[in-house]
């Protein structure tokens, strides 16, 4: 692992917990005025490892340096390729406070890249305007610099398309000279010319400076920008941007990294964020690639892992950092002609038959309660249903199928089938969206094992005898709680009335005894009664990636024999 802090760069060993140090120049930089060091380094000086060869390192001061042997032996292979006016050079801080630690030395390299496409090609950008290039691995260096930018400004990233070697973007910040105007631009001659991808008026507005610049490595032309309060997207290589925001906080964008399918990013002070899947920003272009009549783009990850929190949890402890829910992001957009109404169904192949394991539609949003949901007290765990709903405004959306099966049958309709239903088991399932209509779109999800609970043991064998046993004690469940619902009703119905007659009273007692049988009586701990059994069976079967046990089985005969006396 390599560090800096101006100039001191070091090699951290993670298996020793030791840090050495290899500073180029080794020299004390502290108290100088910059124009009389060897070696200008600012706080933040890149490292920079080549694509093509992990051993060879390039850090910079006003110069580029490479080092291949881990820092022991640095080689300068630039020139100073900032503008380095006189008058910039000076002590900082004072009259008061003499502060003069490296930590704003202006006329710095302050990005530098090497083209993945080409090795050999690197680019450099000063925090004091110039953007320099080489094309042959810092023999000579090509003052490239966007005739038409303003001196002074701070290149804070240089971006080689990962697509072609004579491509590059750079983005420049000038707010700290008075300029608020985002300055984003594309070359695709080796710096040759240069085009402004932001004007202010085609999607980031002045007023939003930007920080970082990076190409999707995956398709050329989609582009992601880190501004001074927050994050944009554009599909057509910068010919206009949209805003990417979600729920991120309002804050400077530092860096982007497109990172094993997801999109990384930092922050200033609002930490480090994630987005899961970026490949669903390529939606929007799948129309163009399957032809006009495509009315929705359909993106799902080919293989997940079937996982999940610990058995009593299934929920954060701590509100940071903020892990994803257990499921399947299914990603898709829905264009401006679609009618309606919009279905997804989850369905599985297995021995000959298919089988719908869930659907969902369009439903109206239910207002859901912000308190922390408690664990049930007959299982230990808390029901966590998808986020959101379906939604068929046009646009950008996602679903969480939380990879279980329906949940029971409820009370309240609209919870009815709903969350908690078992984990489906690891297979080949199809992920379906509008199956009846001619522009319906499929993909194919291979659910995996989790590596961890394979390596305890588990097979898939036992997750398939885990899911059937699950599926028959939760339809037993539903069972049971729609007849007790049934027998509330009637009670509550008998309640209502101010006198009875001798039939119906004789019925309402009939009724309470019944339910005494069937219901848990309210107050602390009571008597678990057959309701209470049957969920408690269902938390001990679906409690954690397993076989189910021998008892569990023989409990479910137990109490289906039970239930068939009690119906008598």
Known sequence: MYA?????????????????????GAAFMYGHNPKDLKFRFQRVSPIHVSPHNPKVIYHTSQYVHRTEDGGKTWVTISPDLTAFEDDKQ???????????????????????????????VIWVGANDGPVHVTRDGGETWTNVTPPDLAGGGRVDAVEPSPHDAAKAYISVLRYQLGDWMPYVYKTENYGESWTLLTDGENGILEGFPTRVVREDPAQEGVLVVG???????????????????????????????????????STMGRGFWILDQYRSLRLPNARRRSGPQSIVALHVPKEPIRWEYSARGNRQITEYPRYPRPGIYIDYHVYQNFAGPLELHIVRSQGGSVDTVRSFTVM????EDSAEPEPDMATGRVAISPSGNLSQEPGQHRFLWDMRHAGGWHGDAKYRYGAGGPLVAPGSYMVIMNPSKSQGTAQKVQLQIDPRVMASGVT?????????????????????????????????????????????????????????????????????????????????????????????YDRFEELKAEWETLMD
């Open 227 to 265: 501004t001074e309060y927050g994050m944009f997207i554009s599909f057509d290589d910068g010919g206009s941007w949209t805003s990417m925001q979600g729920n991120l906080p309002v804050t400077p964008i530092s860096d982007i990294k497109f990172h094993r399918g997801d999109l990384v990013l």
């Open 364 to 367: 109206p949003e239910v207002e």
């Open 4 to 24: 800096n802090c101006k100039g001191r760069f070091s090699v951290y060993n993670r298996a020793t917990g030791q840090e050495q140090a290899y500073d180029v």
């Open 90 to 120: 000076m002590i900082s801080g004072g009259p008061i406070t003499r502060d003069i630690t490296g930590e704003e030395f202006y006329s710095t390299i302050y990005a530098i890249r090497e083209s993945t496409v080409q090795a050999g």
């Open 460 to 552: 898939l064998e036992d997750l398939q005898a885990q899911e059937e046993l699950a599926l028959a004690v939760r339809d037993f469940r539903s069972e049971v709680d729609a007849y007790i619902h049934g027998l509330e009703e009637e009670l509550k119905d008998l309640d209502a009335k101010e006198r009875l007659k001798r039939r119906e009273a004789n019925r309402k007692a009939a009724l309470e005894q019944q339910l005494g049988m069937l219901v848990n009586e309210e107050g602390p701990y009571p008597q678990q009664m057959f309701q209470s059994q049957v969920r408690y069976l269902y938390g001990v079967v679906t409690n954690g990636a397993k076989r189910p046990g021998q008892d569990a």
